[in-house]
């Protein structure tokens, strides 16, 4: 007998869905970042799929052979939920679920309740509110279809369904300008703090860079703040600052920041520019890279790449090669070679 603890509890299956047109790259490797972001989410991966040849098609977003494939391979794993690498839009997702008849999420709604379950402060949570919103507007029409066949209303020009969509819509886009309401004035309220600040002649340095690469690792052990920092996806969402005595004996702010993700989905870059624009104010940024992932070239081009949109692009730079502890030699001279600017330093968790 099934305890139902036990049910409740279970973690959801998912297929994962990934894309690429490099067929050297393995099927894991395709997919290795959103397994890691399924895994941080909860989901329990059964399988993935990889889409090779990609053939843009209206209905799924690629061709209905290989949509049949996927759904029939989720089937076949017990699979819940199908979690795509990719943006799906509203219209194929309605598709998608309609003929699957499972749930179907793209990277940006996981990436969107992964930031929700870890929000704290009030500014995190309303900004994540605010992606949530701003996402879910454009797919309310398919929570309706059945009910919008139904005829109803004055002369019967409305059906059921198509008022109460309407009535939601509405709603959510007066919430959508109340959250920004509120976001305004507690970046108000950040701006007054940073100018009390800014009255104490103390430079300041953000850090930045990958989600898990070890930022907040990094500011525990210069500064002993006590963040949490665990080797996981976006441990840590919201900003935390302390002081840095230099050796020279110079003191300097250093503030852990929101880590970056690769197709990080705009409406989450708009909804933390209060939290992300501390790399903007900062006299200087001091980015984190994981030296022991092969894949920290795009790292770094990810995290340029996003402080550039926060304006942030000509800030001083410092870069810093955390995890070096897992390299051997071999890979610490090539790297060094490579980043010949950068800092080789071991700042891990103890999970990691």
Known sequence: MIELDTENTKPVRAVLVGRTDDRSIPDDEVVRELASLAD?????????????????????????????????????????????????????????EKDSGLTCLDRQEIIIRIFAARALTREAVLQIELAKLEY????????????????????????????????????????????????????????????RRDRIPVPSCAIVGYTNVGKSSLLNALTGAGVL???????????????????????????DTVGFIRNLPHSLVDAFHATLEEAAFADAVLIVLDAADSENAMQLATTREVLAEVG?????????????????????????????????????????
């Not at 799924?60 to 199908?82: D, L, P, R, S, V």
Request: hydrophobic share 40%; glycine share 6%; proline share 5%.
């Open 40 to 96: 941080t989410a909860g989901l329990e991966v059964a399988g993935n799929v990889i889409v090779r040849r990609f053939e843009p098609a209206p209905k799924f977003g690629m061709g209905a052979g290989k949509a049949e494939e996927i759904i029939a391979f989720a089937k076949e794993h017990e699979a819940e939920q199908i979690v795509f690498d990719f943006e799906i839009p509203p219209t194929q997702q309605r598709n998608w």
């Open 136 to 195: 879910s507007l454009p797919r309310l029409a398919h929570t309706y279809d059945a009910l919008s066949r139904q005829r109803g209303g004055r002369y019967g020009t409305k059906g059921a369904g198509e008022t109460q969509l309407e009535l939601d819509k509405r709603s959510v886009m007066n919430r959508i300008a109340l959250i920004k309401k509120d976001l305004a004035v507690v970046r108000s309220d950040r701006a007054t703090r940073r100018k």
């Open 229 to 255: 920092a665990e080797d996981k996806l976006f441990a840590t969402l919201d900003p935390t600052t302390r002081r840095y005595t230099l050796p020279t004996g110079r003191t300097v702010l250093l503030t």
């Open 312 to 352: 942030a692009a000509n800030q001083p730079v410092l870069l810093v090669l955390n995890k070096a502890d897992k390299l051997d030699e071999f890979t610490r001279a090539r790297l060094l070679d490579e980043y010949p600017d950068a800092v080789l330093v071991s700042a891990r968790t103890r999970e990691g």
